[in-house]
T-cell receptor, first 116, second 112 residues
Framework: NAGVTQTPKFRILKIGQSMTLQCTQDMNHNYMYWYRQDPGMGLKLIYYSVGAGITDKGEVPNGYNVSRSTTEDFPLRLELAAPSQTSVYFC???????????????FGSGTRLTVV | AQRVTQPEKLLSVFKGAPVELKCNYSYSGSPELFWYVQYSRQRLQLLLRHISRESIKGFTADLNKGETSFHLKKPFAQEEDSAMYYCALSGNSGGSNYKLTFGKGTLLTVNP
């Protein structure tokens, strides 16, 4: 049971390049999330998904896209990288019980992205 | 709208001293509150959930609905407690989609 796995761990992009951050979980969680973490700003929600085929925008979605073709995978796509997207990206998953409390999130180890 | 406020960006204490990390929230419904911890260059880990009413690594947190607070406390800080601590709030209904809103975090340093 690996939990939430993110790849790559580090990446340097040039302005205008594109890339996909991979996220996969093996806990059969139906909810998945992408956050970015910036110093002094906490974590901001980029996109989330409540199940395969369903995605929705979070607080800071501009410049990103996601897809959720399977329960396990939730990749994050940057189409035209900009310096403002330099950040640490965390993927997370959870399994809230209907009408009950959330189990809390399980986080991946993060991807440190630098756009130059 | 959900909002979480952690008023202290930095908190420094000496080993053995009590520590309290403050968290205040704003939410119109009945929230679920969490504390997450992030040790240096590691992933975030769930430390406490208010609904569990448990003590983890000597830390406790009580939800005070009157003061809309969920402060994290430990009576005797240890050097290994040095980390970034995030308070987070989730709505507990399907409409909220269980999204977590995080505070900006408090960096705790425990000095020897």
């Amino acid at each position: 049971n690996a939990g939430v796995t993110q790849t790559p761990k580090f990446r340097i992009l040039k302005i205008g390049q594109s890339m996909t951050l991979q996220c996969t979980q093996d806990m059969n969680h139906n909810y998945m999330y992408w956050y970015r973490q910036d110093p002094g700003m906490g974590l901001k929600l980029i996109y989330y998904s409540v199940g395969a085929g369903i995605t929705d925008k979070g607080e800071v979605p501009n410049g990103y896209n996601v897809s959720r073709s399977t329960t396990e995978d939730f990749p994050l796509r940057l189409e035209l990288a900009a310096p403002s997207q330099t950040s640490v990206y965390f993927c997370a998953s959870s399994y809230p019980f209907s009408g009950g409390p959330s189990s809390g999130y399980t986080f991946g180890s993060g991807t440190r992205l630098t756009v130059v | 709208a959900q909002r979480v406020t952690q008023p202290e960006k930095l908190l420094s204490v000496f080993k053995g001293a009590p520590v309290e990390l403050k968290c205040n929230y704003s939410y119109s419904g009945s929230p679920e509150l969490f504390w997450y911890v992030q040790y240096s260059r590691q992933r975030l880990q769930l430390l406490l959930r208010h609904i569990s009413r448990e003590s983890i690594k000597g830390f406790t947190a009580d939800l005070n609905k009157g003061e809309t607070s969920f402060h994290l406390k430990k009576p005797f800080a240890q050097e290994e407690d040095s980390a970034m601590y995030y308070c987070a709030l989730s709505g507990n209904s399907g409409g909220s989609n269980y999204k977590l809103t995080f505070g900006k975090g408090t960096l705790l340093t425990v000095n020897p």
